[in-house]
T-cell receptor
Framework: GAVVSQHPSWVICKSGTSVKIECRSLDFQATTMFWYRQFPKQSLMLMATSNEGSKATYEQGVEKDKFLINHASLTLSTLTVTSAHPEDSSFYIC????????????FGPGTRLTVL | GDSVTQMEGPVTLSEEAFLTINCTYTATGYPSLFWYVQYPGEGLQLLLKATKADDKGSNKGFEATYRKETTSFHLEKGSVQVSDSAVYFCALRVSGGYQKVTFGTGTKLQVIP
């Protein structure tokens, strides 16, 4: 089946620094990638949707200047958490969809971010 | 707005027991419904789906029927195994736009031998 990878799987950073998380579709081209945030014992909350080569569409309440999303190719999207603070600590998950006619999303394993 | 409500866990069952995880939804349009499973240390995987009323999705012994009249999509399995231990997410997607998926909070299932 289709595989989506994320790197790193776990990152610890100091408050005020920026962290970049990569999401790659390994064996298919992803026209659309999604970024989610998951808090403990809570659901996945969609942060933004990005299509290759265009600006990401952010959900209401998500700061686009803080969570920078780049979808430069059909196999790679990045999420950069800028000037991270402890409240940004969370589990970040990406998913990718192949083509417009399918409703199947393939999820990455997630990245745990801890901001000290 | 769209939302999904599923039963809180964790659910602990003995091997070969019957499983039901309840899921209800509210949606502004006519949604497709999904169950995703997340095994420990892995990403979410699509377990099954149904796209219209009265459709039954099934996979790996799991079943769920799209009930429009009760806005429900309960997950069932007749005989669970230890390998079914995971977190199960109910989700919906309404057509149009970027086809955003709305997830429930997840239900952790633990099956003991």
């Amino acid at each position: 089946g289709a595989v989506v990878s994320q790197h790193p799987s776990w990152v610890i950073c100091k408050s005020g620094t920026s962290v970049k998380i990569e999401c790659r579709s390994l064996d298919f081209q992803a026209t659309t990638m999604f970024w989610y945030r998951q808090f403990p014992k809570q659901s996945l909350m969609l942060m933004a949707t990005s299509n290759e080569g265009s600006k990401a569409t952010y959900e209401q309440g998500v700061e686009k200047d803080k969570f920078l999303i780049n979808h430069a190719s059909l196999t790679l999207s990045t999420l950069t958490v800028t000037s991270a603070h402890p409240e940004d600590s969370s589990f970040y998950i990406c998913s990718a969809r192949q083509g417009w006619g399918t409703d199947t999303q393939y999820f990455g394993p997630g990245t745990r971010l801890t901001v000290l | 707005g769209d939302s999904v409500t599923q039963m809180e866990g964790p659910v602990t069952l003995s091997e070969e027991a019957f499983l039901t995880i309840n899921c209800t939804y509210t949606a502004t349009g006519y949604p497709s419904l999904f169950w995703y499973v997340q095994y420990p240390g892995e990403g979410l995987q699509l377990l099954l789906k149904a796209t219209k009323a009265d459709d039954k999705g099934s996979n790996k012994g799991f079943e769920a029927t799209y009930r429009k009249e009760t806005t429900s999509f309960h997950l069932e399995k007749g005989s669970v195994q230890v390998s079914d231990s995971a977190v199960y997410f109910c989700a919906l997607r309404v057509s149009g736009g970027y086809q955003k998926v709305t997830f429930g909070t997840g239900t952790k299932l633990q099956v003991i031998p």
